[in-house]
């Protein structure tokens, strides 16, 4: 009687130990009931020896896609050539003009591209929010140059890229700004110069074309776990490239079979199609064309300047609406019949605008390149009488166009400075606008800071000196 007591205890400590021990899973369960795979992946992991294995993937292609970002790291990590902060402005988006607005920005310069950060690029990647991208900038078929007359601050440089967006880069510090423009300078001419630059997904599929055996035979394992329609698209986008080059073959030859067929320029001019163009010419060549020694252009302008422009603030400073310039340029390469007085050129910053547009896209500026040098060392003279009559002598050794052009121009400036009191245009400042438009190096070395200073200086002595310099052989 006593064993079936002791026995009957025995099972009901049992099943109440079963009982307990199962509600304690059950709460166990009911708890982690959200962690169900991270348990049965622990389970996995403490029946295998020490050893641990990561999840497999269920997405073969997207794990595949990992491994080769693994293995290739990004362009930019590997290319990155300078970085550091500048004053920024965009001024315009696809050929749209922007209202300028300079910000600080984290500059990186890559191999083929610019980004534009808010911040440092460590910071700002590690405050960055899902979605938001630095600003880039493709270099490809970009253009660079000094921008004075865009902003009144100094050392500004402008960038122009192919899709028609233009920024504005700055620094106060003259060594800064001048390794800035040189690394992006050299970078540009290290691209090809074609607008149709290769893609940089393109330049990066490449290189995993091109890189190692062993990720091409895993690569090639990927294939073959894959689904026949998946191992279709691979191979499709392996094989994109030999068909892209044929493309572009074909491209070429209907290319050049259309340039052997087309008409010559001088027959298109003949016809009348194609005229011929006042801004972007020698100026020696519009000069004959006209029968004059200085462009109609020019003194059409300077015209209308003195007669409604110089008592306004900012003249030739301040720059006019870039698509009326525009406007005003085509009308005259057209040889339309110009009349300044209309009133869609009643701004009188869109006259000093074109101006001055058609001395910068002079081919050989007003001081040919042939006697920049000169010029320079004439400026170095400290006597101001030794360095008036250097400069006199070059300027009566110029051609008759050059000569008579400039001595037009100074003589119309003079009248600016003139009344500097109102339209707050000093010789200084007029120096700085037509000093690098007027006078350039025709190959620009290290030392363009120096140069920069000379330009300015020359134009500055040809206004205050102007009656001594282009007066008598007697004076």
């Not at 970085?83 to 310069?109: F, M, P």
């Not at 800064?176 to 149709?196: E, G, T, V």
């Not at 007085?341 to 869109?350: A, G, R």
């Not at 042939?370 to 170095?380: C, G, L, P, R, Y």
Request: charged residues 30%; glycine residues 4%.
């Amino acid at each position: 009687m006593q064993k079936s007591t002791n026995s009957d205890t025995s099972v009901e400590t049992l099943n109440s130990t079963r009982q307990g021990t199962g509600a304690i899973q059950m709460r166990i369960k009911n708890a982690n009931s959200h962690h169900d795979r991270l348990s049965q992946s622990k389970s996995m992991i403490l029946t295998d020896v020490g050893k641990v294995t990561e999840p497999i993937s269920r997405h073969r292609r997207n794990h595949s896609q990992h491994v080769l970002k693994d293995v290739i790291p990004p362009l930019e990590q590997l290319m990155v050539e300078k970085e550091g902060y500048l004053q920024k402005a965009k001024i315009a988006d696809g050929g749209k003009k922007l209202r300028k607005n300079w910000s600080t920005s984290w500059v990186v310069l890559s191999s083929r591209k610019i980004e534009f950060y808010k911040e440092s690029k460590q910071q700002a990647l590690s405050n960055m929010k899902t979605g938001h991208k630095p600003e880039s900038v493709d270099l490809c078929g970009a253009h660079i140059e000094w921008a004075k007359e865009k902003s009144s601050r100094k050392n500004v440089f402008q960038i122009t890229t192919v899709s028609g967006n233009e920024f504005l880069l700055q620094s106060d510090i003259d060594f800064i700004i001048l390794d800035w423009f040189h690394a992006i300078k050299n970078a540009i001419d290290r691209l090809p110069k074609d607008s149709s630059c290769p893609s940089r997904n393109l330049e990066l599929f490449k290189i995993q074309r091109s890189s190692s055996t062993e990720l091409l035979s895993h690569c090639d394992s990927d294939i073959k776990e894959q689904k026949p329609e998946h191992r279709k698209s691979l191979m499709f986008r392996l094989h994109h490239s030999a068909s892209d080059t044929s493309d572009k073959n074909r491209v070429k030859s209907r290319l050049k079979k259309f340039i052997t067929r087309r008409p010559s320029l001088k027959t298109l001019q003949e016809k009348g199609l194609i005229k011929d163009q006042i801004f972007g010419s020698h100026l020696h060549t519009v000069c004959e064309r006209e029968n004059s020694t200085v462009p109609r252009f020019v003194k059409q302008c300077i015209e209308a300047v003195e007669k409604r422009g110089l008592d306004v603030d900012g003249i030739y400073r301040v720059s006019g609406n870039l698509a009326t310039i525009q406007k005003l340029r085509f009308i005259v390469n057209q040889e339309e019949k110009l009349n300044l007085d209309d009133s869609q050129w009643e701004d009188i910053h869109v006259v000093t605008g074109a101006l001055k547009m058609f001395f910068r896209e002079l081919p050989e500026p007003l001081f040919p390149y042939s006697f920049f040098e000169q010029f320079v060392e004439a400026i170095k003279k400290q006597d101001n009488n030794t360095r008036i009559k250097a400069v006199k002598s070059l300027v009566q050794k110029l051609p008759p166009p050059n000569r008579d052009t400039m001595k037009v121009l100074f003589g119309h400036l003079t009248k600016i400075v003139a009344k500097s009191s109102k339209n707050l245009m000093s010789t200084q400042s007029l120096g700085i606008v037509f000093g690098p438009t007027l006078l350039r190096a025709e190959n620009e070395t290290g030392n363009m800071a120096i140069h920069m200073v000379y330009q300015n200086q020359i134009a500055e002595l040809m206004l205050s000196e102007y009656s001594k310099i282009f007066g008598s052989e007697e004076d």
